[in-house]
């Protein structure tokens, strides 16, 4: 498997966040990518990449605690409202990636099991 997988496994079921270095740096390529094809529009020149991977990471490893878009737009720097108009669906975004990571480590761990 790889460790890609494993690491956002291990973080999103087990907290463990050995592996968190590779899944941010990931992220960061991820976003860059993103910002770039999706062509964001900025109104600033903070662009709140890094901060919508860290909180990525933070959901992914505490859900409970980020269960709410004003917590997550506190997190960010940015109003709420402008969250919820235009960041939500590019952190989402981020935030589905390390999901379909942890999908294909259960789809890799039950294949190897039959």
């Known amino acids: 498997m790889p460790e890609l997988?494993?690491?956002a496994a291990r973080l999103k079921w087990a907290g463990?966040?050995?592996g968190t270095q590779l899944l941010y740096d990931e992220l960061i390529q991820f976003a860059t990518r993103l910002k770039a094809?999706?062509?964001w529009k900025m109104m600033t020149e903070d662009d709140h990449i890094e901060k919508m991977v860290m909180l990525a990471l933070l959901e992914t490893a505490d859900?409970?605690?980020w269960r709410f878009d004003v917590r997550k737009s506190k997190y960010l720097g940015i109003k709420n409202a402008s969250f919820c108009a235009t960041w939500r669906s590019r952190y989402e975004a981020i935030?589905?990636?390390i999901d379909?990571?942890?999908s294909l480590a259960v789809g890799?761990?039950?294949k190897s099991n039959k």
């Open 63 to 65: 859900p409970h605690q």
């Open 108 to 110: 890799h761990i039950y």
């Open 100 to 102: 379909d990571w942890c």
């Open 37 to 39: 094809e999706e062509k």
């Open 95 to 97: 935030r589905q990636e």
């Open 16 to 18: 463990d966040r050995t």
């Open 5 to 7: 997988w494993w690491s």
